[in-house]
Structures are given as structure tokens and as C-alpha cells.
């Protein structure tokens, strides 16, 4: 498959796991997300649905303010915000799409 490279996608927040997930992933949102409550480090997964528009579901490890570094496998930076949210560094669906979320809106580079 190859990467492909969209135009601006919104990031939505679902906070319902029922609603974001759908489990046959035909009524997924391109592009939203929904984050797990803090574990003792700090740590949230953040998941999201690949701005692509495939439908796949993705996890990543995220500190609201920080960059969890001693995990021992890639993190971000969330700014914690749930409306427009920014992370840190770019995500990469590898074989779909790359870029960065900024300000809630998932941006192709
Ligand atoms: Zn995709």
C-alpha cells in the first residue's frame, strides 16, 4: 500500500469507546481520537483512526505536557487538550499516511 497524502482531516474527539471503535470499522471517523485515563507514570494511550480513511485503529503512548521518555518504545507529546490537539513528533501510520497533528487538524507532510 502507499502512503498517501490528504487534505486537511479534522481530529474528533469521541470519548465513547463504542462510538469510536465500531467494531465492523465501517462508521469510523478518519482522523478522530479518544485517550485512555493516565497509568501511574503518567503515561495515556491515545488512540486514533488513520486520517487516511481506511478505518484502522492506532494507539499511541502519550504524557499531557511530556514526553515520556524511559518506556523504551516511541512516545509523543500531547498538549492535552481534547478539542484542538497538538502532538509531538509527527506520527507515522507506516504504509498509510504521515504527518502531524496540530491544533486539531491532521496535516500530511
Ligand atoms: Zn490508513
Redesign the pocket.
Known sequence: ?TE?RTPQVTAQHIPEKSEFQDDFGIGRV?GSFRVNDPDSDGEQTFWY????????LAPLTVGNGFKPTNAGYATWQWDGSLDRPTLHPSVH?V???HGWLRNGVWESC
Do not use: F, L, R
Request: proline letters at 13%; charged letters at 0%.
Open positions: 500500500m498517501v478518519p483512526v488513520c486520517p487516511c480513511g481506511c478505518g484502522s501510520h504504509g498509510h499516511w
